[in-house]
């Protein structure tokens, strides 16, 4: 089993990757549970999953990320 990992632990051993150079490192060093608390990411089904919970949420913009063609798939998902 693998044991979840404190966000403030998680932070401090990536800032000190980063900080030696070592951004590879800083960057698996974060948990994906971390990364999903603050983002949506991964296939558009797993998005599309997520939605609601994330619009019950105080979040009123969204920031896109990724290929212009994927725009079209990122509207759908969103606005429905």
């Known amino acids: 089993a693998h044991a979840r990992t404190r966000p403030g632990a998680a932070a401090a051993q990536a800032q000190t990757h980063y900080l030696h150079g070592k951004k590879d490192e800083a960057a698996a060093s974060i948990p994906l549970e971390m990364?999903?608390?603050?983002?949506?990411?991964?296939?558009?089904?797993?998005?599309?999953?997520?939605?609601?919970?994330?619009r019950e949420t105080c979040i009123t913009e969204v920031l896109l990320s990724g290929p212009a063609q994927m725009l079209p798939i990122y509207t759908e998902l969103i606005l429905g």
């Open 35 to 54: 990364v999903e608390d603050v983002a949506l990411v991964g296939p558009a089904d797993k998005i599309r999953g997520e939605l609601d919970k994330w």
